[in-house]
DNA sequence: GGTATAAATGGAGGCCGTCTCCGTTTAAAT
DNA sequence: ATTTAAACGGAGACGGCCTCCATTTATACC
């Protein structure tokens, strides 16, 4: 008994696991950015040097590499709410969050399917992913709240499902301007009515 | 030569041609609304009663036949807003077609694709139903201009293009209540800064 | 170094979609 | 009744997602 004292008890990852791993997010997170993501997944396996069996090993389901995929993004789009929540006036952290966030979908045609689970509701794919994203946003509304910017009644989940139609723009030639109109509405519609104008 | 001055040159469609494809039509709808637009069309035929051929040769592809049955739910939603453009103040009746629009999503599950395309960009599948739903829309939003309640410069495919996001909602439990509630924001956002109030 | 072992690999094949092709059936014109 | 072309329908091609398992290979322990 009492192996389990010892500190590398558990062994870890072979290294060629490691490296295909890493690999086939790479190629997933490219292929999917140039093709959509109808991209077929025998497809990546061959342009990341695998078989399809290896990224079925790693990636049970096409739904969990593309939320692998996904993962990195939520991430970088954490931290850019908590930054901007220190050098912004909450309404405008808000408002320039919600830019990033498009700006995010533009580069990269991801994060539509992430967006549609966690507004949908049950699916717990994405889920740590969406509880990111949730968690940035209700944290930028209760700022721009508590600041008395914006309407007191506003559930951040309502922000997500807004963002979540300007993410179904995606695909227009200059929909980035519809994009930025349309935060620029939504900032507008939920400003409170006395606010300082705008 | 000279037949053509025959007023009945052209052979009309079969009559089992026209009812198979009226059974068709009913059959995708009703099965589109059960099960989304995931339904398989060879079962849509087998229910129909006619042979996975017979449906082919009537809608040449699947989008083909979405468009024909979205056809029908976008001619109800033009005529809503012409009834309400008649009877609400201009403001209202924006409010009031958009709900209408999302208790259609509501219903059947249909339009999410419609929608998408309209907003998108280059895709001519559904070119006429979204025809249909951009001209509507943009009455109704003229109409609110003309009458100073909502900002000049906005864009009446914006609004679709928010809609749709209304329209991504549509997964989950008591998604209306939130549906609402971001038609309400649209409409805040969109109306003219020193206008009447709210 | 050599060997045992379990993790990792990869591709053949199952399943289920969309869509095509063509021999057969059938409504309609004569 | 006969002719004719439109309409029918289902077998099967093709291409996705995903499973299974014989083979390969990194690592642990002599």
């Known amino acids: 008994m009492a192996q389990e004292a010892k500190p590398k008890a ?10 295909n791993r ?7 997170k490219a292929t999917f950015a140039e093709k959509g993501e109808a991209a077929g997944l025998e497809e990546i396996a061959r342009l ?7 990224l079925y090993r790693h990636f049970p389901t096409r739904d969990a590499l593309v939320e692998a995929v996904y993962r990195n993004e939520t991430q970088q789009l954490a931290e850019a709410a ?8 909450p309404v405008e952290a808000l408002r320039a ?13 991801l994060m539509a399917g992430v967006l549609g689970s966690i507004v949908g509701d049950c ?20 700022r721009a709240v508590a600041n008395g910017d914006i309407r007191l009644d506003l559930d951040p989940l ?3 499902r807004a963002l979540a139609g300007v993410a179904s723009v995606s695909a227009g030639p200059n929909w980035e301007a519809s994009a930025k109109r349309l935060v620029d509405i939504l900032i507008a519609g939920v400003r409170t009515p006395g606010g300082e104008g705008q």
Do not use: N
Request: charged share 25%.
């Open 97 to 109: 969050w919600m830019r990033i966030f498009v700006d995010h979908i533009a580069t990269k045609q």
């Open 123 to 142: 699916s717990d794919l994405y889920a740590d992913a969406g509880t990111q994203i949730k968690t940035a946003m209700a944290m930028l509304v209760d």
């Open 48 to 54: 990341a040097g695998v078989g399809i069996g290896t």
């Open 10 to 19: 558990v062994r870890g990852p072979r290294i060629d696991a490691r490296r």
């Open 158 to 160: 309502d922000m997500l």
């Open 22 to 28: 890493q690999r086939l997010l790479e190629t997933a």
């Open 82 to 89: 908590a930054e901007l929540a220190t050098t912004h006036a």
